[in-house]
Each structure stands twice: as structure tokens, then as C-alpha cells.
């Protein structure tokens, strides 16, 4: 079944802005939206990268590479993760997915999305390209 699901990728010039949602299903958004949330991103031929989190109380990680373009929010309302996407440059270019993360693991996976399995629910991914 699916847990989480992006929306929102798309084709965009450089410079362009994007919004990508994930909407997160009720049981999983009870289980990880109380403490880590996270988008990350894969280029292909490139490992999968931490974009950006954000724990139980709001406070927010990003990548060095996205810090002051993209801001990561979300909607308990709505079981809903956004990713706000401005000044987009080529190197943003990948896929991009929502995640899961446990809270002990969210000071972590940003820089290492891989690091003691912290990450414990992936969605299917939304494709974004930029264009120059």
C-alpha cells in the first residue's frame, strides 16, 4: 500500500520556482509526521541526497546546496509535506522524494540519508527538471 505520494514535479527554466507536496497517509503521518519529516533527491548517476527536514516541533534542516531557495513545511491538517522550490538551477534536477525519518535520525539524514536506517518509509518520487 502507499504510504506517501509526491506531487508536483514538472519541467521549469532555470530561475523557475516549483512546489512539490507529498500527501502522507493517516497512519503513517501519526507515526513520522510527530517527529521527522524529509525530502530528498536523486540525480541520476548520483547517490540519493538529503534536501531538507523538519522535526516534530518545526525546526528545519537543509543542504548547504538549497539553504535560502527551498523551505519545507507541513500541514497536519492535511497529512500533507511541502516543498517550496525558488531559484531553481540546473543541479536541482532529479527525482525527488518524500520520506519517513525517525526522529532520532533527523539531525542526521540530511548529510547521510543512508546513515543507521533512520529513514523507514519512502515515496514513489516526483521528477523535476531545469533547465538553463
Known amino acids: 500500500q502507499v504510504h506517501l505520494a509526491e506531487s508536483g514535479g514538472g519541467s521549469v527554466q532555470a530561475g523557475g520556482s516549483l512546489r512539490l507536496s507529498c500527501i502522507v497517509s493517516r497512519y503513517t503521518y501519526a507515526t513520522h509526521g510527530s517527529y521527522c519529516m524529509g525530502w530528498f533527491r536523486q540525480h541520476t548517476e548520483k547517490k540519493r541526497e538529503g534536501v531538507a527536514v523538519?522535526?516534530?516541533?518545526?525546526?528545519?534542516t537543509y543542504a548547504d546546496s538549497v539553504k535560502g531557495r527551498f523551505t519545507i513545511s507541513k500541514d497536519g491538517a492535511k497529512n500533507t509535506l511541502y516543498l517550496q522550490m525558488d531559484s531553481l538551477n540546473p543541479e536541482d534536477t532529479g527525482s525527488y522524494y518524500c520520506?519517513?525519518?525517525?526522529?532520532?535520525?533527523?539531525?542526521?539524514?540530511?548529510?547521510?540519508?543512508?546513515?543507521?536506517?533512520?529513514?523507514?518509509?519512502w515515496g514513489q518520487g516526483t521528477l523535476v527538471s531545469v533547465s538553463a
Open positions: 520520506a519517513g525519518v525517525r526522529g532520532a535520525g533527523c539531525r542526521y539524514v540530511v548529510e547521510d540519508p543512508e546513515s543507521a536506517g533512520y529513514i523507514e518509509v
Open positions: 523538519i522535526d516534530n516541533d518545526g525546526t528545519t
